[in-house]
């Protein structure tokens, strides 16, 4: 059984296909080069996906075991102080998330991102390299007027990403219940 987290990212994630689908079905080649941002707004909106999904899945989890209490103060004053850390969230890098996972609920979900052929080591320094290329693709566009800069995500690079952060958020929601 998936969370309501994991069913909120992949409704982002159908959003991802559409662009991904737009920028495919340009008929020429110029047009692709013209259309580039099709696929830096896809990459933007996995790990937009990602963050949303994450501020998601831990409410979830913090509700459920707040659920069990009775101490409505301490209930009130958890749910205060995760809604100013997920306020703060913004860009989930591995070390985001190690700390607020551990903050709220005292567990590292970050040594469970095992899939494939990824260690825990792995998915979280991929995890921070693709938000970094995402950060790239968002501001050395626009801070550069670069043309060049406007090619930094590669149609494979894409679909690596997509695969990524479907594997990750799948590994993730399966970590607390």
């Known amino acids: 059984m998936t969370s309501r987290a994991y069913a909120i990212f992949e409704t982002g994630m159908q959003d991802v296909a559409k662009l991904i689908q737009l920028f495919d079905n340009l008929e020429s080649q110029e047009q692709r080069q013209q259309y580039e941002v099709l696929k830096r707004a896809a990459l933007v909106m996995t790990a937009a996906a990602w963050e949303t ?58 040594e469970s991102w095992r ?22 693709a968002v501001h050395q566009i626009c801070q550069s007027g670069d043309p060049k800069n406007a090619h930094l995500v590669k149609r494979e690079d894409l679909d690596k990403a997509v695969r990524f952060f479907r594997e990750l958020a799948n590994s993730t929601d399966g970590i607390i219940k």
């Open 53 to 110: 999904y994450i501020e998601a899945f831990a409410i979830e989890q913090v509700e459920a075991k707040l659920a069990l209490s009775e101490d409505e103060f301490t209930a009130a004053y958890i749910r205060r102080r995760l809604d100013h850390e997920i306020n703060r969230l913004h860009n989930p890098t591995s070390d985001k998330v190690k700390k607020l996972f551990i903050e709220f609920l005292g567990v590292d979900i970050t």
């Open 115 to 136: 899939w494939n052929n990824y260690t825990p080591k792995e998915a979280r320094e991929r995890l921070d390299k693709w938000l970094k290329m995402r950060g790239d």
